[in-house]
């Protein structure tokens, strides 16, 4: 082989990725766990404070399992198991504020 090819073939190499070792990361949801809107200790873990449903990538879920689990959610809040939204800390805020907002004018720039 030509010394240029094998310069060709040093550098084409470097611009591959490595290959490193893949860990596999363990599920949330164990075997005998049932994904079912009834289950509510399993569905509270996979919804946030505001009351949204976590993406699979923080869940750590399988796509299966996240389609069961989102699922589950929505039956449970058709259901009023759930609310749709959790906004407690919303309501505790506009109480505790009653100053009601004044519009101001901005005076105009002259031109």
């Known amino acids: 082989m030509d010394k240029s090819k094998q ?3 040093k550098s084409k190499q470097s611009f591959r990725k490595s290959k490193r070792s893949f860990r596999r990361r363990l599920p949330q949801i164990r075997s005998g766990d049932r994904i079912d809107y009834r289950n509510m200790s399993l569905i509270s873990r996979f919804i946030s404070e505001q009351g949204k ?3 699979r990538r923080v869940n750590r879920l399988t796509l299966k399992q996240q389609r069961l689990i989102t699922i589950a959610i929505k039956q449970a809040r058709i259901l009023s198991l759930l609310p749709f939204l959790n906004n407690e800390r919303l309501f505790k805020n506009k109480k505790s504020e009653s100053i009601p907002r004044t519009r101001t004018t901005r005076p105009r720039k002259k031109k």
């Open 53 to 55: 449903i976590l993406s």
């Open 7 to 9: 310069s060709f073939r």
